[in-house]
């Protein structure tokens, strides 16, 4: 009988041997491999953390101690030991999330999956043990990608504050993030994993000294009151000791017994303690390790045997956009590329292969990346800051203060912006067309096909006195939606046939060719509809209020909340006009969605053709009574005067 099926909860750990942890361990790789192919999922992380997680769970009483996991996505073997052990639906409606999650476990704690916020989390709760005198420990799994991020930084400096509080921070170092480690921390990492340790080189010392007559005590003494100095020279742990943070480690984190001694040593501890894990990302599976680009980081489905992917669809819309940079690259030597630590997902592999000194990694940093573009513009050159949509919230400040006050030309290029799915609801980008809206200055683009990703990147680069915004959606790119005309800056998609349109239906960004259906549907109904994509939908084109005056009904369709989005945007511009005709938008509502395909989320809130024509319909024919009372109403006044 495999050992993983016997294992229901933590406590199942206890009564095992080493040896059968370490048959565990195995069969947990093999399980993940086999899940993982047949859905896809974060495949490499999980496989780098197999022994630690199992030593967490054996030192550590969850859930009534809090183990707490940095991102999330490393999670998938804390799901194994928690008694989640159906990966059959892993990230689909119904199924498991990628993700921690409070609906599916008490073990599960923070839902977030952005990185760099544990640390924010383990301070708070170790604060709230202490004021309740609980003796519940806290653990924190951070990854050494995740320490790239200021919020970790400024959370250590508030748990070294309090000595006499117990929390464990466990670093889980892989030397990588989605990719390696890049930064002045990820440097001093590595010097951490190749040194032999101050503790070790004092012994030795202390050996020979002691041999030595006379003088070998007094100058042993002597070395050990300079220990903080020799620490910084021979082991820079003296970083973390600086900070008031007990260090332990390096430990190989794929040595149980290792493990749960260091683990064991810090519980006791009764204070703040670093505990520095050594893991291999991808560990047990040849074709991640083979993969230098990111040790299948997350992979869709894949041959388990080889690694290799089932299908492959046309290019998506990341490809576009890279491949768009890199023309731009050969074009335009002041073109320059930022990263927050995924060069690869966000499509800029290409453009840095080809110009490896103007692209930076600033690391899990965002609000750094934001302040240090604005700096890249003010010095004479144009940054394009790739990031995925949902991570452009964190640094929004920096977007608003840095890069728009001082009216700098940065153009952001955000990916996976609309409704993601599967990733969860921390993943969805569905707020970026809203909280963008009140930058004075900034322009946005939503393109709806590839040749618009390729003509408003080509637009965006141009601006340089005002940061611009591309968005666009995740997977596949369809086919080209051809525009039929123009009016002022919006692409006409469909045109009404008729001098006295019913619907003017502005379509936003991926989401046209549902907008097209929409217009078909209405137009069987006898509705006649006029289909427009703004393209920039910040500022709202000058041409939209006179053409909304010539219809009878204005719909707004966007893959972003209906609150203060584009469908806020064009009512007030309508206002402010002075055009006062009925406004419906349609976006996703101000909740947070759980994991699904994108087609069931959207069918979900109800932003499919069907549900928008059926809504469309009923306003128009509310319209259509109104008028008829209203004529009813006129006749009856008149015949009271006759």
Request: proline share 5%; net charge negative; charged share 25%.
């Amino acid at each position: 009988m495999p050992l993983l099926t016997r294992i229901r909860g933590p406590r199942d750990l206890d009564r095992l041997s080493l040896e059968e942890l370490g048959r565990l361990a195995e069969e947990i790789r093999t399980f993940l491999v086999d899940a993982v192919s047949k859905t896809g999922g974060h495949l490499g992380p999980n496989l780098g953390v197999v022994e630690l997680t199992l030593a967490l769970h054996r030192v550590f009483d969850s859930p009534k101690d809090k183990v707490l996991w940095d991102t999330g996505h490393q999670s998938y073997v804390h799901k194994l030991l928690t008694g989640r052990q159906d990966f059959s639906r892993l990230k689909m409606k119904g199924g498991l999330s990628g993700y921690p999650s409070q609906a599916e476990s008490e073990h599960d704690v923070i839902e977030n999956s952005h990185a760099s916020t544990v640390l924010g989390w383990a301070d708070g709760i170790a604060k709230a043990n202490q004021v309740l005198d609980r003796d519940d420990h806290v653990v924190a799994v951070i990854g050494d990608g995740a320490l790239t991020g200021g919020m970790a930084w400024e959370a250590l400096n508030n748990i070294a504050a309090a000595k006499d509080r117990p929390l464990v921070i466990v670093v889980n170092d892989n030397e990588r993030s989605y990719a390696p480690t890049i930064g002045g921390l990820a440097n001093h990492l590595a010097t951490l994993r190749t040194t032999d340790g101050y503790e070790r080189f004092l012994a030795r010392t202390k050996e020979v000294l002691e041999r030595t007559p006379v003088v070998g005590r007094p100058l042993y003494d002597t070395l050990h009151g300079a220990k903080k100095g020799l620490k910084d020279f021979i082991a820079p742990q003296g970083m973390f000791e600086d900070l008031g943070l007990k260090y332990v480690g390096p430990i190989d984190g794929h040595d149980l017994e290792a493990l749960e001694s260091a683990l064991t040593r810090a519980k006791r501890f009764g204070g703040p303690v670093i505990v520095h894990c050594l893991t291999e990302k991808g560990r047990g599976y040849q074709p991640a390790l083979a993969d230098e680009a990111d040790r299948f980081h997350a992979v869709g489905k894949i041959h388990p045997d080889t690694g290799l992917p089932i299908s492959t669809s046309g290019a998506d819309w990341t490809s576009v956009f890279g491949d768009e940079m890199l023309e731009l690259g050969r074009e335009r030597e002041d073109i320059v590329a930022i990263t927050a630590a995924m060069l690869q997902p966000v499509g800029l592999d290409k453009f840095a292969r080809a110009f490896p000194d103007r692209v930076y990694d600033v690391g899990i940093a965002e609000q750094h990346g934001a302040v240090s573009a604005a700096g890249l513009a003010h010095g004479g050159v144009h940054p394009v800051f790739a990031v995925y949509a949902t991570f452009l919230n964190r640094a929004f400040d920096q977007v608003l203060m840095d890069v728009a006050l001082h009216k700098c030309g940065v153009t952001f290029v955000l990916d996976r912006a609309g409704v993601t799915g599967t990733d969860g609801a921390s993943h969805n980008g569905m707020w970026d067309m809203s909280i963008l809206q009140v930058v004075p200055g900034l322009r946005l683009a939503a393109p709806r096909d590839a040749d618009q990703v390729r003509a408003q990147l080509r637009e965006a680069v141009e601006v340089d006195d005002a940061p611009t915004v591309v968005r666009f959606s995740k997977g596949a790119v369809g086919p080209a939606v051809p525009a039929v005309g123009r009016v002022g800056g919006m692409d006409v998609l469909r045109a009404p046939g008729t001098d006295d349109p019913d619907v003017l239906l502005v379509s936003v960004g991926a989401l046209a060719p549902m907008c097209l259906e929409v217009a078909d549907l209405l137009n069987k109904q006898g509705i006649s509809t006029t289909v427009v994509d703004p393209r920039w939908v910040k500022p709202v084109d000058e041409a939209m209020a006179p053409l909304a005056e010539r219809h009878r009904v204005v719909v707004t369709v966007e893959d972003n909340s209906r609150v203060g989005g584009v469908g806020s945007a064009v009512a007030q511009a309508l206002r402010d006009a002075g055009v006062d005709v009925p406004l419906r938008d349609f976006g996703i509502p101000p909740r947070f969605l759980d994991h699904a395909s994108r087609a069931e989320v959207l069918a979900e809130i109800g932003l499919t053709a069907p549900d928008i024509a059926r809504q469309v319909t009923g306003l128009v024919a509310k319209l259509d009574g109104r008028f008829e009372r209203t004529g009813a109403e006129v006749d009856s006044v008149e015949a009271a005067r006759d």
